[in-house]
Each structure stands twice: as C-alpha cells, then as structure tokens.
C-alpha cells in the first residue's frame, strides 16, 4: 500500500474534498445530502482554518482519501467536524482515522484549545466506538456551547477535554 500523507487543507483539494465526503453522505449513510447543503465545504479556508481552527486531508497517490476539521468556536472550545475517511481505508489494521485524529489533538494542544465537541448521527456506530475508544465522552444536546455549529442530521454529541502537557 502506497504512503499516506496528512497535511492541511489547501484550496485546490476542494474538489477531492467533496468526492470522498459526498459518496460515504449519500450512497453509504442514506443522507439526503447535497453540496449546497454544506456550505462550510465551499470555504474551508474561512470556516475552518481561521482562529485556532484547522482543516486536514488524507492523501493517497494524489487523491484525498480522508478528511478531519476543526472550527474555533470561540472561548478555547472547538468543534471537530467532518471526519471521514474511504471506506477502503477505514479500520484498524489501516490507522487512518487515528492519525488523522492524532494531527487533530496535537494541533489543539499546541493551540491552546481546552474541549473539543463534536455532532454525529445515530447511523454512524463504527464512528460512536471510535471516538468513545479516544476518550470522547457522550453529552446532551443542551451541554453543548451556545456556539457549537449544529448541523440538523446531528443526534448525538460528544465532549473531549484536552489537559496541555
């Protein structure tokens, strides 16, 4: 297998951006989904990698096979937003998902960051087990910051609080 490399967002990755998001949206997750409905996906500079925010993708033989964000929401908190990787690349035995997550968590450590929030669906499970797995703790919708992005597909809320070394 060919090397995988994690680096941040740059605008011509908007195009790979969409074709791993879009497909695991619709044709894995049945979510009626469409670009437009993601605006923060057109302006990933603006949305996410401003303030103490991020915006990473996975690269495989110069095709994004994997994304990770995180918008500063203000007052030391952030929200990790669309984590997705190819369904081919997906699992243990490939680490992708971690390593994009470990990128993620340095990243808010050396920022400064102090929780991490995050929204997902009832229909991602696999996805429940691996942030419960790296020490993201369940939460109600009503301990979420006032400015966490709520996305309405989101059903489920998680917390991680990041102690600085």
Avoid at 66 to 87: H, P, S, W, Y
Avoid at 102 to 125: C, M, N, P, R, V
Wanted: a negative charge; hydrophobic letters at 45%; proline letters at 3%.
């Amino acid at each position: 297998m060919s090397e995988i490399e994690i680096r941040p967002f740059v605008a011509s990755d908007v195009d790979g951006v969409f074709s791993v998001i879009l497909p695991i949206q619709r044709e894995e997750f049945g979510i009626e989904i469409t670009a437009d409905d993601q605006p923060d996906l057109s302006s990933i500079s603006d949305f996410y990698q401003s303030g103490k925010g991020q915006f990473w993708v996975a690269v495989r033989n110069g095709q994004i096979v994997g994304t990770i964000g995180l918008k500063d929401i203000g007052n030391e908190q952030t929200a990790l937003r669309k984590m997705f990787v190819a369904a081919d690349l997906r699992g243990r035995e490939h680490g992708l998902a971690a390593r994009l997550l470990a990128e993620l968590l340095a990243h808010a450590e050396a920022e400064g960051i102090k929780e991490i929030f995050l929204g997902t669906t009832d229909k991602f499970l696999s996805a429940h087990r691996f942030y419960e797995k790296n020490a993201f703790a369940e939460v109600s919708r009503g301990e979420l910051p006032r400015s966490f992005p709520l996305m309405a597909v989101d059903s489920k809320f998680y917390r991680r609080s990041i102690i600085a070394a």
